[in-house]
């Protein structure tokens, strides 16, 4: 474990109340990288799925009736006029005007993106999770050697009550 001044503390010299707020600690950045990694596999789904749907607009597609989404929960009756053309959202309100392939080159690049931020984190999460473990090893050898202690030779082990 590192402090404030740089240098390292060996785990077994922290005591039980360090430790517990130790492993909470990493708690909470566990859980804090895990939602950050879910949030990103939710992206880059959308932007496959955007992707894909660009693939399946055709020309036959010209004229006919479809939805047109007005929010995320109320849509529209429209029908497709321009089949070459596709405004894209680039994020905060920005629309960019974008052929398919452009588009799909657009989302392609987007999904590469996301991909390597989470290969990014996913090693600093196996390290987190890795340290977590080893607060938990040394919490329980403490703890064990405490009870040891406590159970002087000679003496009976107080029964515990459930």
């Known amino acids: 474990m590192s402090q404030n001044s740089g240098k390292e503390i060996p785990l077994t010299e922290l005591n039980v109340g360090q430790l517990n707020h ?46 047109v989404p007005l929010t ?13 053309n596709f405004l894209i959202d680039v994020g ?24 390597k931020e989470m290969e990014k984190i996913q090693p600093l999460l196996q390290e987190k999770y890795k340290m977590k473990q080893a607060v938990v090893e040394v919490v329980q050898m403490k703890v064990q050697a405490q009870m040891s202690q406590q159970q002087q030779p000679g003496q009976q082990p107080v029964p515990i009550k459930s």
Do not use: H, P, W
């Open 22 to 67: 130790l492993s909470q600690q990493l708690d909470q950045e566990i859980e804090l990288m895990q939602n950050s990694l879910n949030q990103l596999k939710m992206v880059q789904s959308k932007f496959v799925e955007s992707q894909e749907c660009l693939g399946k607009v055709t020309k036959a597609n010209v004229g006919k009736d479809m939805l």
């Open 72 to 84: 995320s929960s109320m849509y529209v009756t429209g029908q497709l006029d321009d089949t070459d």
């Open 92 to 115: 905060t309100g920005y629309y960019v005007e974008k052929n398919a392939e452009q588009g799909k080159e657009y989302f392609k690049r987007k999904v590469e993106y996301i991909t």
